[in-house]
């Protein structure tokens, strides 16, 4: 579905990505770990079109979309949600932009807010909501702008423990109901390994590939899982490539 082939891609004096190359397949959920500063925003950011890499290609279901954003969306650290409008306002945004009418939106959104948990929350302000909430808005949100493929950014790093862990069961039950691909930029070698199908792991600045692992059984796990032998050694194994004990 999303290729990216041999990406290489600097700053002024600052070399940032070496020859990157990864694959999401339709329906998998694939995660980027690496060091912080080693440039997996900036992958990502690529891989959405809104940055032209000097060398390699993007390719979106076999098409050359290097340098070409819209084909999929993108969802940053910071939820940004828009403090004056209401949330189904926020969500529905990218169908209107789109040219589809605001009664068709929120429609559209009215019909999908029970699956991302906000169902009678349409009409609160963002300041309305907890964080968790806030984040299931902003997910929603991507998820209108682009139901096939989602680019996602940290998109739990903000959250406190707890709020983290309910949202990571609710999104792999998310994922798997609505056969979304994505592809996920975290610091998180847990949250890589429980979200999963895949894990890239990039070297330090300028990153390159140093290690990809398949997790099997995205749709079979639990929290009960991550204190697993299985889960633990491939923690360690992670952890080797990242070069940390």
């Not at 990218?94 to 169902?119: D, I, K, N, W």
């Not at 069961?169 to 390994?193: C, M, N, P, Y």
Request: proline content about 6%; glycine content about 10%; charged content about 20%.
């Amino acid at each position: 579905m999303l290729a990216l082939e041999g990406i290489s891609f600097s700053y002024p004096g600052l070399p940032v990505l070496e020859d990157v190359s990864l694959s999401v397949r339709r329906g998998e959920v694939v995660s980027i770990l690496g060091p912080s500063g080693c440039g997996k925003s900036t992958l990502l950011s690529v891989a959405a079109g809104l940055d032209a890499p000097p060398r390699g290609r993007v390719f979106l279901d076999g098409r050359d979309c290097t340098g070409k954003p819209g084909g999929v969306s993108y969802m940053q650290q910071e939820d940004l949600l828009l403090p004056w409008r209401r949330v189904g306002g926020n969500i529905a945004l990218p169908l209107t932009l789109g040219g589809m009418s605001r009664a068709q939106a929120h429609q559209a959104v009215e019909e999908l807010l029970p699956a991302f948990g906000l169902e009678g929350f349409a009409r609160a302000y963002p300041f309305q909501l907890s964080g968790g909430m806030r984040q299931r808005a902003a997910l929603m949100r991507s998820y209108m702008a682009s139901s096939r493929l989602m680019l996602l950014d940290e998109p739990f790093a903000r959250l406190d423990a707890l709020t983290r862990a309910s949202l990571h069961q609710w999104f792999l039950d998310l994922v798997h109901r609505l056969g979304t691909s994505l592809l996920i930029v975290t610091h998180d070698i847990d949250e890589a390994l429980y979200l999963s199908d895949r894990i890239i792991v990039l070297s330090a600045r300028p990153a390159r590939v140093v290690r990809e692992m398949d997790v099997p059984d995205r749709e079979g796990r639990s929290l009960h899982g991550l204190t697993k032998p299985d889960f633990t050694r491939r923690k360690q194994q992670l952890l080797d490539a990242l070069g940390q004990d």
